[in-house]
Structure formats: structure tokens, C-alpha cells
């Protein structure tokens, strides 16, 4: 059977991307965040999984803001990465798993969660650089991606709390796929940030640091949050962090293995955890 072995809480900031992608990793400002990676580049490589089901949000890249899904599964059999502007970043395609993503799917929706489905979506730096963070800059991708869209950028978003109850759903789906697979899930995006007025650059290390501090053992005290505590705390684009709830909600009992906060990154203070889970059901 298939299981979930593990969680990443990652920020997705595209100019990490930008800084692996032309190799300035070594530079001042870069390298005391990708010194802070190394750690978590092991510990996945130990834990070896074979799929990631990587829950993301789009940037009005694949889709454009004439139709919002609150959430969509991928369930193609590859996924290019997308021209955001500067040309697609040089990084390997994709690999997906459409016979798992079906399955999720079927599951998921049987499980009265309302999914959108993609048969082809291009994915932008939502997807691709956490597997940069985690992966470093491999020939090939070394695990498969069910990707899993979730709209933060148009109001009115899920709360944290369905987030949370999808990750329990997705829990559920991987437990019945018959072919042993490792699975781990990651949610992105976050930490506090603010790209736009008046508090633009905003990071709240305060806000970050309650966020982790309860994410692995209290998620409770996270899954009540409203929308307005996000926007006021962590700023308009802090609200990604829902999508850390979903891989909290997919995981049973986490053991916490690595924790790293470094701001600023760009405009965004970039956080990363890394779960195990400890039940094997
Ligand atoms: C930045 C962060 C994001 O999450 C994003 O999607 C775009 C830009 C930034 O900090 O620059
Ligand atoms: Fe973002």
C-alpha cells in the first residue's frame, strides 16, 4: 500500500529559483539561506520517497484570473514548467503520476471534496521552487508530482481549516492505493510577506515563529485562523501558508526533524520544516 511518510512546510519565492538557476548560491546574500537547506536535502534523501504531492498555488500563470479553482489535481503525465516572464526557468520537466492522481482524485471526490481536475497545466515558481529547495539542481527530478493547486490569490480563499480537512482527505486516499509507494506531501508558500501597498515588505518574525511553533503538535490553534488574522499578521500574501495546514492535515503524528526561518529573502521571510510521521498505519 501506499503511505505517507513525511512532510515539508517550504516558502516558494522565485528568487531562490533565480539565484539556483544562474548559480549565485555561494554569494553573501544568498548563501546563509542555502547553507540553511543542506539539512533538509538530506533528510529527504534518507526518507527516499517516490512521489511528492506538492500543494501549491498558481500565480496567474496557468491560469488566468478568468477562471479561479479553489482547487485543482493535476493528473497529467508530465508538467512544464511556466514562462513567467523571463523565459521557463532551466530546470527538468516535471514528471507526474497520473495513475495515483486519478485514484486522489476519484477518492477525493467520493470524499465530497469538489476538485477540479488539470489534464495539461504549465507550473510556475509555486511548484518548482520548493523542489529546488529540497532537490538542488539534479539532472532529473528523482521523485514524481501530483501537483495540487490551491487559489490563495483571489478573495475568497478556503479557509486554513478545509485546507487542513483536505490534507486529512488526501491522507485517506494515499492509505487505499494498492502499490507500495513513499509518499511525502509538501505545503508551500508563506512565510509572512506583502508584495503590494502600503505594508508592502512587511515580515512579522513574531507571527512566523507562533505559525511553527504550534503547526507540528497544535495545528488547532492554527486551523481557527480567519483570513483577517492572516492578512493583518502575516500580510496579503501570508495567507499562502493555508496550504501548510494541508500537509499538516495529511500527516497523523509528525515528529519535527529540521526547522530553518531566514529573512529577508526578497520580501518574504523564508521558513522550512521538515516532518516525519511516526505512525505506520
Ligand atoms: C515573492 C514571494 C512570493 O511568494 C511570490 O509568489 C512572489 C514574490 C517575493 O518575496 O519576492
Ligand atoms: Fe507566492
Known amino acids: 500500500m501506499a503511505r505517507i511518510v513525511g512532510g515539508v512546510g517550504c516558502s516558494h519565492i522565485p528568487a531562490i529559483g533565480a539565484a539556483a538557476d544562474r548559480g549565485m548560491e555561494n554569494d553573501a546574500y544568498f548563501k546563509p539561506l542555502f547553507d540553511g537547506y543542506g539539512p533538509a536535502r538530506d533528510w529527504i534523501k ?13 500565480h496567474a500563470s496557468a491560469f488566468s484570473v478568468e477562471l479561479v479553482n479553489t482547487f485543482v489535481l493535476g493528473v497529467a503525465d508530465d508538467y512544464e514548467p511556466h514562462d513567467e516572464g523571463y523565459g521557463p526557468r532551466p530546470v527538468p520537466i516535471v514528471e507526474g503520476h497520473a495513475e495515483l492522481s486519478a485514484h486522489i482524485l476519484e477518492c477525493l471526490v467520493l470524499d465530497e471534496f469538489d476538485m477540479a481536475l488539470a489534464n495539461e497545466m504549465t ?16 539532472a532529473a527530478w528523482p ?16 479557509t486554513g481549516n478545509r485546507c487542513f480537512k ?27 510577506h ?9 515580515i ?33 500574501e501570508g495567507i499562502e501558508l493555508i496550504m501548510w495546514l494541508m500537509m499538516r492535515g495529511a500527516l497523523k ?17 523564508a521558513g522550512l520544516v521538515c516532518y516525519e510521521e511516526t505512525l505506520n498505519d
Open 123 to 138: 507550473v510556475d515558481h509555486g511548484l518548482t521552487v520548493p523542489l529546488t529547495v529540497m532537490y538542488d539542481k539534479p
Open 46 to 58: 534518507t526518507l527516499n520517497p517516490d512521489v511528492v504531492i506538492l500543494v501549491y498555488n498558481d
Open 253 to 269: 503524528a509528525p515528529a519535527e526533524r529540521y526547522r530553518f526561518y531566514h529573512v529577508p529573502m526578497s520580501n518574504t521571510a
Open 204 to 236: 512579522n518574525r513574531d507571527f512566523d515563529t507562533y505559525f511553527l511553533d504550534n503547526l507540528c503538535d497544535s495545528p488547532d490553534v492554527l486551523t481557527r485562523l480567519s483570513h483577517l488574522e492572516y492578512i493583518r499578521d502575516a500580510g496579503s
Open 143 to 158: 521523485v514524481r508530482v501530483v501537483p495540487l493547486c490551491v487559489n490563495v490569490i483571489k478573495y475568497p480563499q478556503p
Open 194 to 202: 506583502q508584495l503590494q501597498g502600503e505594508r508592502a515588505g512587511l
Open 166 to 192: 483536505l490534507g486529512q482527505a488526501l491522507r485517506r486516499a494515499v492509505a487505499s492505493y494498492p502499490d507500495d509507494l513513499r509518499v511525502v506531501v509538501f505545503g508551500t508558500g508563506g512565510m509572512s
